[in-house]
């Protein structure tokens, strides 16, 4: 409330700035030749932070409209000497004339290191990682290029987790959607590398973000071309295991619109593992040990395409509408063999369970965005509408059959699960700058999520007639309804070297759960407060020092409150807990960066504290099934107290132009304290992981890479999680005059990405070991036109200099 207050009288105080235009010729020294994608700089001499410009047309011919200041200029052209002119007072329109400009051959060296120290670029709430030099996930998915970024890891299955914590949020041009999916990993695997531009770690979110996600946000930017004229790129790939696709990514833009498609297809033929060794405690002694080996078949037809297009109905003011359509299919088969052993260790049963899966799945988005840029710079108003609709039906089919002592006939089981999700978003979002030099920033908005989804799962057993009949007791049918109303405001300011921006966001939540099945309803309603301060202090342009505070959420999913059971495997049930509470946690970040002309370090100590942590209870349900085997039961509840405290660390080095290091080190401590049925689930652990990259530029002009990824131990109060050593490496040269690129790389070269589990409960011991994929190879062909490596670099620094004013405060 009282930013609101404060934001009253600032309106008033908006100063109105004159425009000025300043333009030119950018030609060739030696040749005369116009210099086409010339970029030009202006930058605010008193607020540098504030930059604009632009590019030269087909005939060197540049026009670049700015408010009335005094600004430092600068002409550059890659592999040419720069043109630069200092504290030039603009009060009126600028013609620099025809400018010269002439090679410098120490640049055409050093234009690749300059251009890869902007890999990563550091703001006030997060950090952007541009991901389109990484070799290795060429002809991948994005939880494959999520494998290189720091602060974050994958496991087997592909949970992603932000410094350990899988509570993430993960957003896809800053808003929820369909391209997620309903199951998020499934979907993220089918989301190709290629599509995204960069991604966003946000560990310390603004008021402006959703507050969902207790670890922080993952922010996906996809593709969107911003160079005249028709360009594009095209990419073929082929691997093994069976792995076919292509990609292309076409843009055409004038002066009036901005036409952007990315399309893809992907075929894929993924075999995999896993193996469960149990040992029961308690029960028939016939059934001491029970060991089930699992091997499967994931076949996946994959198809994504988005198509926007961008209106300038103004020289200020524009409107986005694109479409988005996601659809895929496939079949998995797998068989598991289950071998139950006595005391002494002695095969005396064995059989096997067979399941044939088949799945379809699509998705269809919609989306429109109004943009108005007023006459102070950084003064605008945004508007964004979303509407998607989602499907995914599974169809099973499963028989189980005795294989010793006798050969039995086997039992047969249908099981079926149709989701159908609507969501909706709306979302306005207004920020005026205000003050002295424009220095301060007022933002306030609203973002409405409303969402609906519908789970129905019916599962048909062989009857006495030998015929399938619904089997009443599993199957069942759920209507999960999420609505959301988001208000948030925030205020940031430039004192000198100290930044500021605090923000409130409040969030509305109606939740409903209906169980159709027995027309049972689950409701629960609350409203909670989430405030967020961000404070920067820049020592000098080479080194700053970052501090956040935030107050976060995670929401029990679909999934976690339905409590009809769902079974992986005739021995383990998993069931949902209608009554199950959101989780809240508060955290602080302190960040520190340090640059030197070859290194670049960051380094940050965070704190995090968690109440109503969701804990997965396993414990035995006291049934047996027909083999006898005891049926353990995994389900959710709000257990513990979780704090959280741990230091990261990460480095990029170029000891020489043709070699490029960067590393990350996260070092956490986690202590959880919490009781259920009188059983103390307290646990304490700390654990590591590190990544290591180097890139290398090998004679030939042939690119190298190699990532090494290491995560440690670590340990709950039911489990433990063995350490994982992953490396993935490519080779990469640039062919046909750098107009396409050949790329072959191989991810988990050592096949050594399995995750290992050990369990104990009062009743059991566990130990499993699960690869969802095996070793990858993968070749990649990628043809480009109108769009050239170096002209790429160009049109890149463009971007981000003409985005730099906006986002000094982040969000």
């Known amino acids: 409330m009282m930013l609101v207050i404060i934001s009253i009288g600032v309106f008033a105080q908006a100063p109105q700035i004159t425009k000025v235009t300043v333009s030119g010729t950018v030609l060739d020294g030696e040749t005369g030749q116009p210099l086409e994608y010339a970029t030009i700089t202006l930058q605010n001499s008193k607020r540098t932070q504030m930059l604009t410009g632009g590019i030269t047309n087909e005939k060197g011919k540049f026009e670049v409209e700015t408010f009335a ?15 630069e002119i200092k504290e030039k007072n603009l009060k009126e329109n600028f013609d620099m004339g025809v400018l010269k400009l002439y090679t410098d051959s120490q640049k055409l060296d050093e234009v690749k290191i300059v251009a890869e120290k902007r890999d990563v670029e550091i703001r006030l709430d997060k950090k952007i990682y541009n991901v389109g030099k990484d070799l290795t996930i060429k002809g991948g998915t994005f939880t494959d290029l999520l494998e290189n970024i720091p602060s974050v890891t994958t496991d087997a299955e592909g949970t992603v987790s932000l410094r350990g914590n899988d509570n993430v949020r993960i957003l896809i041009d800053g ?10 990993t499934d979907a993220l695997r089918q989301l190709p590398a290629d599509a995204i531009e960069s991604v966003e770690v946000i560990t310390s979110p603004s008021a402006r973000y959703d507050a969902e ?16 004229g028709l360009n594009g790129s095209f990419s073929i790939n082929t691997g093994t295991p069976d792995n076919y696709g292509a990609n292309a990514n076409l843009n055409f833009r004038t002066k009036k619109i901005n036409l952007f498609n990315t399309t893809s297809y992907n075929y894929t033929n993924a075999p995999g593992n896993s193996e469960n060794k149990r040992e029961n405690f308690f029960g028939s002694p016939d059934n001491k040990f029970i060991n089930e080996f699992r091997t499967f078949d994931r076949i996946r037809n994959n198809f994504n395409t988005n198509l926007g297009l961008e209106y300038f109905l103004t020289e200020s003011s524009s409107i986005v509408g694109s479409v988005f359509f996601r659809g895929n299919g496939g079949k998995t088969g797998s068989d598991n063999f289950t071998n139950r052993l006595n005391e002494s260790k002695e095969l005396v049963d064995q059989s096997l369970r067979r399941e044939d899966e088949n799945q379809k799945e699509q998705t269809v988005q919609y989306s429109l965005n109004y943009t108005k840029k007023f006459k102070t710079d950084g003064h605008q108003l945004t508007a964004d509408f979303q509407s998607e609709r989602s499907f995914e039906d599974q169809f099973s089919n499963i028989s189980d059959r005795g294989i010793f002592p006798i050969a039995s006939s086997p039992d047969i089981e249908t099981n079926r699960t149709d989701e159908n999700q609507d969501r909706i978003l709306a979302q ?11 220095q301060s920033q007022f933002e306030a908005g609203y973002r409405g999520n409303f969402n609906q989804l519908t789970t129905d799962f019916e599962v048909d ?4 007639g030998g015929e399938l009949t619904l089997d009443a007791n599993l199957s069942n049918k759920l209507i999960y309804e999420e609505n959301i109303n988001a208000f948030y405001t925030q205020l940031g300011s430039k004192f000198g070297k100290f930044s500021i ?12 759960v209906l169980l159709a099945t027995t027309n049972k309803t689950f409701n629960k309603n609350y409203t909670d407060y989430f405030p967020t301060i961000n404070i920067g202090y820049e020592f000098n342009d080479e080194e700053s020092l970052t501090l956040g505070f935030n107050r976060r959420i995670t929401r029990p999913r679909s999934r976690f409150v339905n409590p ?22 508060s955290a602080l970040d302190l960040a520190y960066l340090k640059r030197w002309e070859k290194l670049t370090l960051t380094s940050s100590v965070y704190y995090q504290r968690s109440t109503g942590v969701f804990e997965f209870i396993s414990e035995d349900t006291g049934v047996l099934t027909d083999n006898g085997d005891p049926i353990v039961r995994r389900f959710p509840v709000n257990l513990s107290t979780n704090k959280r405290v741990g230091f990261e660390f990460s480095g990029n080095y170029t000891p020489i132009k043709w070699w490029r290091i960067n590393g990350n080190l996260n070092v956490f401590n986690s202590e959880t304290n919490g009781d259920f049925d009188n059983v103390s689930f307290d646990a304490n652990t700390t654990t590591w992981f590190t990544r290591l990259n180097s890139r290398v530029t090998l004679p030939g002009k042939i690119d190298f890479q190699q990532t090494v990824f290491y995560s440690g131990p670590s340990e709950t109060a039911q489990n433990e999680r063995k350490s994982v050593f992953t490396s993935n490496l490519a080779l990469s040269k640039d062919i046909l005059k750098e107009k396409a ?26 130990t499993s070991n699960f690869q969802f994929r095996k070793r990858q190879i993968t070749l990649t062909f990628t043809y480009r036109f109108n769009q050239k490596k170096n002209q790429r670099e160009r049109n890149r620094q463009q971007n981000e200099n003409q985005g730099g004013g906006e986002e000094e405060f982040g969000g």
Do not use: H, M
């Open 69 to 83: 200041g005094t600004y430092n200029i600068k002409v550059e052209y890659i592999s040419f000497k720069s043109i």
């Open 428 to 438: 306005l979002d207004y920020v005026l700058p205000f003050g002295k030099n424009l």
């Open 741 to 766: 690129s050949l790329v072959i790389n191989v991810r988990d070269l050592f096949n050594s990405g399995a995750r290992e589990t050990d369990t104990r409960t009062s009743t059991f011991f566990s």
């Open 461 to 464: 057993t062989l009857g006495v």
């Open 564 to 585: 009809f059971p769902s079974r992986s495997s005739e021995t383990n049930l998993f069931q949902g807990n209608p009554d199950l509470n959101p989780s809240y946690s």
């Open 213 to 228: 996600g207790t670890a922080g946000i993952i922010n996906i930017i996809l593709k969107k071309g911003k160079i005249t």
């Open 175 to 184: 808003k929820p959607s369909g391209l997620v999916g309903l199951s998020s």
């Open 501 to 512: 921006l605090l923000g409130l966001r409040t969030e509305i939540s109606d939740i409903n």
